[in-house]
Each structure stands twice: as C-alpha cells, then as structure tokens.
C-alpha cells in the first residue's frame, strides 16, 4: 500500500488495519521513513490511548533513516457496531539539530514557531467474517471445531482411562480382602480339625490305660 508523504517523512501504510477477533490482540506496523538530510523527530498520538499501546511513540529519525513502529490493539471484549471504528491516529514531525533520546516538551509545539507536519490516518478493523476472508474464516472455524472435538476426545478418554484405573484398584483391594478372609477361614478350620483328632486321640489313649487287664 502507498505511504502519506510529507515534507519531512513517509508514512506507510496510510492506514492502520486491525484483524478484529475478540479476546485477543491484534497489531499493525508502521514504516516511518526520513528523506532529508536533517534529523527528524516524531510524535505518535490517538483518540483512544486506552485502547492502542504504541512503541515506540516517540524517537528521532537519522538522516535518509527509517523507523519501524508497532501499534497494538488491546483485547476487546466486544465488537464495535457494524466493525466500524472512529479511532484516529495523528503523526507529528519536527526538524531537530541533532539525534537525541529524550526530547523536550516543547518539541512539538507549533506556538514557539517550530515547523510541525501532521500525519492523520484512520483505523480499519478487519473481521474474520468479511466477504474478502469468507473462505479463510470457514477453514479457521472447521480447524477450531475439529481442534474442540479432538480436546473433548481426549477428555472422555483420558476420564475412561481414570475410572478404569479406579475400578481395577478397587477390584485389587477386594481380592486381597477375599484372600486374607480365606486364609483365616483356613487356618480356623485346620485348628479346629487338628484339635478334634488330638481330643479324640486322647480320650482313646485313656480308654485303653483305663481298661483291666484280661485274666489268663
């Protein structure tokens, strides 16, 4: 896209375009070009300083130089009626004797008789929607369903593959209680067992003691 040209410098683009998406940032960048052969210095300004971070928003320009500006959208959480946007950017520039990184106040005041040009450009906010990204924007919402479906797999998978862990430490824990159960049940039986055929030993022992002896 064509730059504003000025006396002192060249703007472009000459507007700033936004790709609008809720929630999310979005950035343009800017080329701020020096032609002259003196140092110039700029100054970038907005009707919504809120809403835009820009850096950096003011510098000096070396002779013949360029500066690379970057404007971001901060995240909306609402689309402007019919995504029109009445912000507007302005871009002051000055001729200043030398490069200096903290320029005074009065640097661009027009009342001490400094030659100050101003750039406006306009911003445009670009929807995923638009007639001109229809396709574009059909893709990226069938790459976000299957992205959704994908995550949802994954979750009820990763749930079954909990509960099935659940189920199989809780089968674990019965069986180790059914075996100590058996084992006592066992042990139980076998002494009692082991008991009856002493007692039983016993009493037959003393029957025979007990018993008189047989006359020849």
């Known amino acids: 896209m064509t730059g504003a040209d000025n006396q002192l410098i060249s703007v472009s683009p000459d507007e700033l375009k936004f790709q609008f998406e809720l929630g999310r940032q979005s950035f343009c960048d800017l080329i701020v070009s020096n032609a002259r052969n003196q140092y110039v210095a700029f100054k970038v300004k907005t009707t919504s300083p809120k809403k835009y971070f820009v850096?950096?928003?003011?510098?000096?320009i070396r002779p013949g130089d360029s500066c690379f500006i970057r404007v971001t959208l901060q995240a909306q959480r609402e689309y402007p009626p019919d995504m029109q946007c009445k912000d507007k950017f302005l871009l002051q520039s000055t001729i200043v004797d030398s490069y200096i990184d903290d320029l005074p106040p009065d640097t661009f005041n027009k009342e001490s008789g400094r030659l100050v040009e101003e750039c406006k450009l306009r911003v445009v906010y670009v929807s995923q929607s638009s007639p001109g990204n229809s396709e574009d924007g059909f893709r990226q919402v069938t790459d976000a369903n299957s992205t959704q479906m994908l995550e949802r797999i994954r979750e009820e998978r990763d749930a079954a593959m909990r509960q099935t862990q659940q189920l199989q430490q809780e089968l674990d824990v019965l069986k180790r209680r059914r075996n100590r159960k058996n084992g006592v049940g066992f042990s139980l039986k076998f002494t009692?067992?082991?008991?009856f055929i002493g007692l039983m030993v016993g009493i037959l022992f003393q029957l025979l003691l007990s018993s008189p002896p047989s006359e020849e």
């Open 192 to 195: 009692l067992l082991v008991g």
């Open 55 to 60: 850096r950096p928003n003011t510098g000096v």
